[in-house]
């Protein structure tokens, strides 16, 4: 069975789609889209009808590059006012196989999830730091060990539940399902990690058109994140001010000096 995801990005400046497979545990890139962003504005949607138009043209434009129809997607979502928790959770095994399993590494997170939920957020995701199994302790892959007793201890990530609804409901506009979230430093850190930055503290600072993300993680795991309200658009006004250029030049200059 193939494995084809699609990624949608909702910038200020522009819509990006992508659609990747999963072929030998690497994803190779089948087509992509940008499309100059309306109804968009510092990451959040500010006109409904001008951003589903211009959601509806990145999709086309992908549908028509691969001939076929595009009903499930990723959706990378602002990290506006975001929670960073710490969470805690076991479950014992009922059946007589004590082999941990994937089922069971499910269930753990989900418990973890729903002690920590709020009515008003709206899950991301949660990331394993540990686990524990019967009296072992710091696990990172439990998965095939024998245990009656499982735990996890991980980061659950969530988002004001507003944030996230004017997306969904956009994508439901157009007969699309949001299967899942994330956010895009997330993404960036799995793009540029390494050995280093996998044991050690690091950022990741995205400067995007209007505004400017800021992510903090710890061996690997988001543990905090900040928007600023300035962006590379800043540049391109200081540029174009100080130089006297008009936006363009300006912000080729920017693309290829700065």
């Known amino acids: 069975m193939r494995k084809i995801y699609t990624s949608v990005d909702l910038g ?118 540990n686990f524990t199994v019967d009296d072992k302790k710091n696990i990172k892959d439990p998965k095939n060990l024998s245990g009656r007793k499982l735990g996890v201890k991980g980061m659950l990530v969530t988002t004001p539940l507003k944030n996230v609804q004017s997306i969904v409901s956009i994508f439901q506009s157009l007969n699309i399902d949001v299967i899942d979230m994330s956010f895009g430093s997330i993404a960036d850190y799995e793009e540029f990690k390494n050995n280093a930055t996998d044991k050690g503290i690091s950022a990741v600072i995205n400067i995007g058109y209007d505004i400017t993300t800021v992510s903090l993680f710890n061996k690997g795991i988001i543990i905090n994140s900040e928007i600023i309200q300035i962006g590379s658009k800043n540049i391109d006004n200081d540029i174009s001010y100080v130089f006297k250029t008009d936006k363009k030049t300006s912000q080729k200059l920017k693309e290829n000096f700065a």
């Open 12 to 129: 200020s400046d522009s819509i990006k789609v992508l659609v990747g497979e999963v072929y030998n545990n690497r994803l190779c890139v089948l087509a992509t889209s940008t499309v100059k962003s309306k109804g968009i504005k510092k990451g959040l949607i500010v006109d409904a009808n001008e951003a589903l138009a211009t959601i509806r043209d990145a999709i086309s434009e992908v549908e028509g590059k691969l001939s076929i129809s595009i009903n499930k997607v990723i959706a990378n979502v602002p990290s506006y006012y975001a929670n960073f928790d710490i969470v805690n959770a076991e479950i014992l095994k009922s059946d007589d196989d004590l082999r941990i399993n994937g089922s069971d590494i499910f269930k753990v997170l989900q418990v973890a999830v729903k002690s920590k939920m709020k009515k008003d957020r709206e899950f991301v995701t949660i990331i394993p730091i």
